[in-house]
């Protein structure tokens, strides 16, 4: 499964040279050796977390519900799995705009100074095991197979370069109906209790919640992006580790 993240990488960063949404975007901004810090750090919280759901789950075998359709066809199995993983990890994500310590985790995903494919895996370790455990540990209690949580584990890792991509998409039924970096780099504006678009793969639920918006026509620039109240956000990546623990308190809206 790391080829199909690594074709990703690949596929994305083509297509952002190809037909960028905004050129300034792709050029460096200091950021390059620290999202990559990022990106790697990343991937192995998600191996220790898979690592402990298969302990739970398939060594010692804690007691699950044992409710969940093992029998439907994989295709089916895989995309219920993808919808209530997004529902439960939109929420989190929500409420992490809301909650002072979750904010601070997840402001390291918010000070960003482009928007590209590297972004979305650009998260504190803390904040992406919490998004990890409310989407799928649930999904784990009903009785779904650890493999199947794991391959959609990756389909959601794939979808995070699709969701912040410096692309010019322009299918408009697409930007509609999933969570794509054409209506997801709205996110990243510098608001923070009234952002849009929390959608983390559908935007079903932001249609829901009233939180959902679209704008083809937009012209989006680097000072539109980062945290309002925090201008000197640092760039480093040890620095970006700890600032969540220094107890800043965020007044942005
Ligand atoms: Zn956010």
Not at 32 to 41: P, S
Not at 88 to 116: D, G, P, Q
Request: aromatic content about 16%; overall charge positive; proline content about 4%.
């Amino acid at each position: 499964m790391i080829f199909f993240l690594l074709g990703a990488i690949l596929v994305s960063f083509l297509a952002e040279r190809i037909s960028p949404f905004n050129a300034d975007w792709n050029r460096n901004k200091n950021d390059g050796v620290r999202d990559f810090f990022h990106a790697v750090v990343n991937h192995l919280t998600m191996i220790g977390f898979m690592t402990a759901v298969y302990y739970l789950f398939d060594v010692i075998k804690i007691p699950t519900l044992q409710v969940w359709p093992r029998t439907w066809p994989f295709f089916v199995q895989v995309m219920l799995a993808l919808l209530i993983a997004d529902a439960l990890m939109t929420f989190a994500h929500y409420i992490s705009h809301r909650n002072e310590f979750l904010w601070r985790l997840h402001s390291v995903h918010h000070s960003v100074k482009r928007v590209y494919a590297f972004n979305g895996l650009m998260k504190h370790p803390v904040h992406k095991f919490f998004e990890a455990s409310c989407g799928f540990i649930p999904l784990f209690l009903l009785g779904m197979p650890v493999w199947l949580g794991f391959f959609t584990g990756y389909v959601a890792a794939i979808h995070f370069f699709l969701s912040h991509a410096n692309v010019n998409m322009k299918n408009r039924f697409l930007s509609k109906s999933l969570a794509l970096a054409s209506v997801h780099r709205f996110h990243h504006l510098q608001k923070r209790r009234s952002a849009v678009n929390y959608g983390i793969m559908f935007n079903f639920w932001d249609m829901m919640l009233g939180t959902f918006h679209d704008d083809p026509k937009a012209v989006l620039v680097t000072e539109e992006l980062g945290i309002r109240d925090y201008p000197d956000y640092p760039d480093d990546y040890l620095s970006q580790m700890i600032i969540p623990f220094r107890g800043w308190r965020s007044k942005s809206e």
